[in-house]
């Protein structure tokens, strides 16, 4: 049996992760993610809470799927998060051209606490 690690349940979490899904047409994949990265990804990266950010893609058929992840420091996420959605921070954060390229507009995100995250390792 795997031993749990001890919390303490006053501690906060390292990080918050903010996780948005979207779909577009596979044909216009490469152009949306690099519009998502120039329009949402580098001013993300410019508010203060910021962590870092990630984007993921997948394709499966003629769709490919984004996946954007956001990592935001506790004490700051609430504040930096209302800036980017208009005062909702369980809204996303929809960028001008969305709607032309999202199949469907995906309205809501998911918001973990990060309890352990050994990615500096891996580097």
Avoid: C
């Avoid at 690690?5 to 490469?30: C, E, F, N, Y």
């Amino acid at each position: 049996m795997v031993e749990q690690p001890r919390t303490s349940s006053r501690a906060l979490p390292k990080m918050i992760a903010r996780i948005w899904r979207g779909r577009v047409r596979k044909a216009q994949a490469d152009e949306y993610a690099e519009y998502l990265y120039r329009n949402g990804l580098q001013h993300m990266q410019g508010i203060d809470g910021n962590l870092g950010t990630q984007m993921l893609r997948k394709s499966e058929g003629d769709v490919a799927e984004f996946l954007v992840i956001s990592y935001w420091e506790p004490g700051k996420a609430q504040a930096a998060l209302k800036k980017i959605t208009g005062g909702d921070t369980k809204n996303s954060w929809l960028l001008e051209k969305d709607r032309e390229y999202l199949l469907d507009v995906n309205t809501s995100v998911a918001h973990y606490d990060v309890l352990f995250d050994d990615w500096a390792r891996a580097r």
